[in-house]
């Protein structure tokens, strides 16, 4: 299995003058730091592999270690084509990726690693809120039937932690590279859905802390949650 972080975004959002990653928290770690810490201690370190785009030399420079694919359309594309370069690196194997903004704990993966062993296809998911401005879900027969922020009625919110098994990708990658340029990689996974039948899991993973870093607010609650 490979693992991706998706790291290319300039991350206006948070208004920093470097990559949203490598934001420092309280604890004097950036975020990128307590991802790559909590994915070592449940994976083969090596295995990992980073799309980079804004300033990624400040990056590259703090994890001389890792892998890297440069999207050099950084600026012009969203985190659909982020991924579609990685998966065409790794389109024969299972690939687990994450947003390079959420901070989570490690012992979540105990409970995705069970998912990943059967090579269930999956979005992990939190119940416990649904925020009008994150990606939400719902479900038919037991899987995802919609995944996107204009969701109504949603189930509960796409942490940012995905899984898709290498018998599922050749689907899914078709589906990204017919994404437009600024779509969200979860635009091709509920096309994959609809016109496909991609079967994808959502996975709770709400009994343990994980969120996404996108505003300022976002930052002050991760700070006090970790």
Known sequence: MKIIILAAGIGSRLGNPFPKPLTPLNGGKSIMELQIENLSANFNEHDISVVV???KDLIMERFPDL??????????????????????????EDVL??????????????MLK?????KNSFVSVNTSRVAEEEVKYTLKNGYIH??????????????????ISKDDMPVFI????????????????????EKDNL????????????????????LEVANNMF
């Open 146 to 163: 919609e995944l996107s922020k204009q969701v109504t009625n949603g189930l509960g919110e796409a942490v940012g932690i995905n899984f």
């Open 174 to 193: 078709d589906h990204l590279e017919n994404c437009d340029d600024n779509d969200y990689f979860e635009k091709g996974i509920e096309t994959a859905i």
């Open 97 to 110: 990726w994450l947003n390079g903004d959420v901070i989570f704990d490690a012992e979540l993966f105990t």
């Open 53 to 55: 785009g804004f300033k």
């Open 114 to 118: 069970e998912e990943m062993g059967q």
């Open 199 to 218: 079967k994808i899991k959502a996975v709770d993973i709400s009994d343990f802390r994980c969120m996404e870093v996108d505003f300022k607010e976002d």
């Open 67 to 92: 892998t890297y694919i440069y999207n050099q359309f950084f600026d012009a594309t969203n985190t659909s084509k982020s991924l579609l370069k990685a998966l065409k690196k790794y389109r024969n």
